[in-house]
């Protein structure tokens, strides 16, 4: 692949593009719309160009964003303002996950998992995190962090005081 991203990094120069690539994703950016226009024809030339890896295009991946409308890219949200946002629905999902934990809802599979996106959150939207330990409290969050389960709540303990 080292062919091809020099060769697209070179084109997309000439248009003011910024080309990036995670693993089979590509992204092209411009501060303005119209520099984008020669993307497609660029790339299938330069796809052509290059015989190893053999590539090609996947239409129904293909999409067209711009500052006016929402843009997910390896399913992260880009604002405006250049940061990256795990978006509305992923943090619902983990707020939800996070309070099934601690409910005693989830396997153990269940909860390694969490802890991966715990991980996850904590590289690209760290005040998230720090809202969710807010929330449910660091132990929570440390605990689930380390694959544990969670601790009883004092009202389902038994007492044998009596």
């Given at each position: 692949?080292f062919?091809?991203d020099?060769l697209?990094t070179?084109?997309m120069?000439?248009?003011?593009?910024?080309?990036?690539?995670?693993?089979?994703?590509?992204?092209?950016?411009?501060?303005?719309?119209g520099?984008?226009?020669?993307?497609?024809?660029?790339?299938?030339?330069?796809?052509?160009?290059?015989?190893?890896?053999?590539?090609?295009?996947?239409?129904?991946?293909?999409?067209?964003?711009?500052?006016?409308?929402?843009?997910v890219?390896t399913?992260?949200?880009?604002?405006?303002?250049?940061?990256?946002?795990?978006?509305r629905?992923?943090?619902?999902?983990?707020?939800a996950?996070?309070?099934?934990?601690?409910m005693?809802?989830?396997?153990?599979?269940?909860?390694?998992?969490?802890?991966?996106m715990?991980a996850?959150?904590?590289?690209?939207e760290?005040?998230?995190?720090?809202r969710?330990?807010?929330?449910?409290?660091?132990?929570?969050?440390?605990?689930i962090?380390?694959g544990?389960?969670?601790?009883?709540?004092?009202?389902?303990?038994?007492?044998?005081?009596?």
């Amino acid at each position: 692949m080292f062919d091809f991203d020099s060769l697209i990094t070179e084109e997309m120069k000439k248009d003011k593009v910024n080309y990036t690539r995670y693993a089979d994703d590509l992204t092209f950016s411009a501060k303005r719309v119209g520099n984008l226009s020669g993307v497609e024809r660029a790339l299938r030339r330069t796809i052509k160009e290059v015989s190893f890896p053999r590539l090609r295009l996947n239409e129904d991946k293909t999409v067209l964003a711009t500052k006016k409308y929402r843009r997910v890219v390896t399913g992260l949200v880009l604002s405006d303002a250049g940061t990256v946002s795990l978006g509305r629905d992923r943090k619902r999902e983990i707020r939800a996950a996070v309070h099934h934990y601690t409910m005693g809802r989830l396997d153990s599979k269940e909860i390694s998992r969490l802890g991966g996106m715990l991980a996850f959150v904590k590289a690209v939207e760290p005040d998230f995190l720090l809202r969710l330990s807010e929330k449910f409290g660091q132990g929570t969050i440390k605990r689930i962090k380390t694959g544990q389960p969670p601790q009883r709540p004092l009202h389902a303990q038994a007492d044998s005081s009596f």
